[in-house]
């Protein structure tokens, strides 16, 4: 059995084992329309017409090649579901609830490392690429800012936009402190949960799986409406369309503290592990006996 969540470099092993007699299935973790929607509103990017044709035809290879084609929400589907693809299954992921707490809160005094009494403290947890737009979270600080709110921001994450936006955030004199990668799930299950509010910006997201977990830590998300993410969410976060989600962050905040923390935390708890693996495993079954899609609705 043979699962593949790189849908580019790995997308020929999807023919290989059908030459082998493998059973394969690939994981769309990225929205080919959307990456190429965001290819085309750049400079000298796509026309749309030419890259909807592209993405049609990568994506009627990709189920061509797999038994099975695994979508974790109804947004990402929806480009297999546009062209008719009939091996689709949809089977939102999981969090580890016991790791991705409330409990952390408080733990190793992270908030008091970053802002003071009254402060208001924003995290974003993600991959520094310009597919993710985290320039959008520093639009976001800079409108607060504006308005007098003393709200500052911690970045966690790195990636190759990582110089550009310490340059912007040095500009603008905005509040903000890069951590760079952290790889001690400890110390990132502290900040989400040390948070007011978390912001995940990026238009491409399929799942989100970093909001999920600041849900987890009983910290509300800002999530852009281009993305999945509105899906994963639900009214446990907000979802702000553009590029400042200023308004999200108030609208989250005007909630009772105690609130938003709880039904985050009860949002997050409708993904947990045992739900997704019992959906990627009726998949996987489906793909070795060739009886069509397993598919698991979970918890969207």
């Given amino acids: 059995m043979l699962e593949v969540s790189d849908r580019t470099?790995?997308?020929?092993?999807?023919?290989?084992?059908?030459?082998?007699?493998?059973?394969?299935?690939?994981?769309?973790?990225?929205?080919?329309?959307?990456?190429l929607t965001l290819a085309r509103v750049s400079p000298g990017g796509l026309r749309s017409a030419f890259s909807?044709?592209?993405?049609?035809?990568?994506?009627?290879?990709?189920?061509?090649?797999?038994?099975?084609?695994?979508?974790?929400?109804?947004?990402?589907?929806?480009?297999?579901?546009?062209?008719?693809?009939?091996?689709?299954?949809?089977?939102?992921?999981?969090?580890?609830?016991?790791?991705?707490?409330?409990?952390?809160?408080?733990?190793?005094?992270?908030?008091a490392r970053y802002v003071g009494e009254g402060q208001t403290l924003l995290v974003h947890c993600g991959r520094l690429s310009a597919e993710k737009k985290p320039q959008r979270s520093l639009t976001t600080l800079a409108t607060l800012r504006a308005e007098g709110m003393p709200v500052r921001l911690v970045v966690a994450g790195g990636g190759p936009l990582r110089t550009r936006l310490g340059r912007r955030a040095a500009r603008a004199g905005l509040p903000v402190t890069f951590t760079g990668f952290l790889a001690g799930r400890a110390e990132l299950t502290a900040l989400l949960a040390s948070a007011d509010v978390a912001i995940a910006p990026g238009p491409a997201e399929t799942f989100g799986l970093a909001a999920l977990e600041a849900l987890a830590c009983g910290t509300p998300v800002v999530v852009s409406t281009e993305s999945a993410l509105p899906e994963v969410v639900g009214d446990a976060g907000a979802s702000v369309p553009g590029e400042d989600f200023?308004?999200?962050?108030?609208?989250?905040?005007?909630?009772?503290?105690?609130?938003?923390?709880?039904?985050?935390?009860?949002?997050?708890?409708?993904?947990?592990?045992?739900?997704?693996?019992?959906?990627?495993?009726?998949?996987?079954?489906?793909?070795v006996l060739g009886t069509g899609a397993g598919a698991s609705r979970g918890a969207a």
Wanted: charged share 20%.
């Fill in 52 to 111: 909807g044709a592209v993405a049609d035809w990568l994506n009627r290879r990709t189920a061509r090649a797999y038994q099975q084609v695994i979508c974790t929400t109804a947004w990402a589907a929806a480009e297999f579901e546009r062209i008719g693809i009939a091996n689709l299954a949809r089977v939102p992921l999981g969090v580890d609830l016991a790791t991705f707490s409330p409990d952390a809160r408080g733990a190793g005094d992270v908030r």
């Fill in 246 to 287: 200023a308004a999200g962050v108030r609208a989250l905040l005007a909630r009772p503290e105690r609130v938003r923390w709880a039904a985050a935390r009860a949002h997050a708890e409708r993904y947990d592990w045992d739900t997704a693996v019992r959906g990627f495993l009726a998949v996987h079954s489906a793909a």
């Fill in 9 to 35: 470099t790995l997308r020929w092993t999807g023919t290989w084992a059908r030459r082998h007699g493998i059973p394969a299935v690939m994981v769309s973790h990225e929205s080919v329309t959307a990456l």
